[in-house]
T-cell receptor, first 115, second 113 residues
Framework: AQSVTQLGSHVSVSEGALVLLRCNYS??????LFWYVQYPNQGLQLLLK??????LVKGINGFEAEFKKSETSFHLTKPSAHMSDAAEYFC?????????????FGSGTQLTVLP | KAGVTQTPRYLIKTRGQQVTLSCSPI?????VSWYQQTPGQGLQFLFE???????NKGNFPGRFSGRQFSNSRSEMNVSTLELGDSALYLC????????????FGPGTRLLVL
């Protein structure tokens, strides 16, 4: 079975400050890891993903995440928050076969950016 | 390429009715997955279809069903609606391989009264 834990259901940062959203996963198979963002009344948009290779992954809008196998973590960061980053962020894990093929999502982190 | 499209975007039904939601994947994508999003349970996997066959199923009652057509378009059906079925239903499409990203549509928001 696979699972995702996102620490902090709500995170507030000031505009220009570092954004750090935490994600820890559990998976019995080598995981594929994803971060999605959801704006109000919209679907999910992919920010970045890790499948194999380089553990530091760069995504859209200046976001990046680092896969740390020893810590089973995949935290999302952005050096400088912008007002437009305010949204809900979901970390997700999937495996390569069988029932692990589907995305298993964390409970989400609502990011607020303060002026 | 056009993205994933879902129709209708909004739907109001009453308890006991049934509903059918439609999803058109990105051109060339053969896998379609459905998810239910609610404030209480978050995002939960419903089922995945590939080449008109259900390849994976989440932990939902049999009232939830789906199908996929030869053009990869998919529908999901919920029979005997309950108040708790009120949710945002998201469809996602991807290419064949499990490494491939799932691209999500805007969702259908279902309200059951």
């Amino acid at each position: 079975a696979q699972s995702v834990t996102q620490l902090g259901s709500h995170v507030s940062v000031s505009e220009g400050a570092l954004v750090l959203l935490r994600c820890n996963y559990s998976s019995s198979v080598p995981p594929y890891l994803f971060w999605y963002v959801q704006y109000p009344n919209q679907g999910l948009q992919l920010l970045l993903k890790y499948t194999t290779g380089a553990t530091l992954v760069k995504g859209i809008n200046g976001f990046e995440a680092e896969f740390k196998k020893s810590e089973t973590s995949f935290h999302l960061t952005k050096p400088s928050a912008h007002m437009s980053d305010a949204a809900e962020y979901f970390c997700a894990v999937k495996g390569s076969s069988g029932s692990a093929r589907q995305l298993t999502f964390g409970s989400g982190t609502q990011l607020t950016v303060l002026p | 390429k056009a993205g994933v499209t879902q129709t209708p975007r909004y739907l109001i039904k009453t308890r006991g009715q049934q509903v059918t939601l439609s999803c058109s994947p990105i051109s060339g994508h053969r896998s379609v997955s459905w998810y239910q999003q609610t404030p209480g349970q978050g995002l939960q996997f419903l089922f995945e279809y590939f080449s008109e066959t259900q390849r994976n199923k989440g932990n939902f009652p049999g009232r939830f069903s789906g199908r996929q057509f030869s053009n990869s378009r998919s529908e999901m059906n919920v029979s005997t609606l309950e108040l708790g079925d009120s949710a945002l239903y998201l469809c996602a499409s991807s290419l064949v391989d499990s490494q491939e990203t799932q691209y999500f549509g805007p969702g259908t928001r279902l309200l059951v009264l």
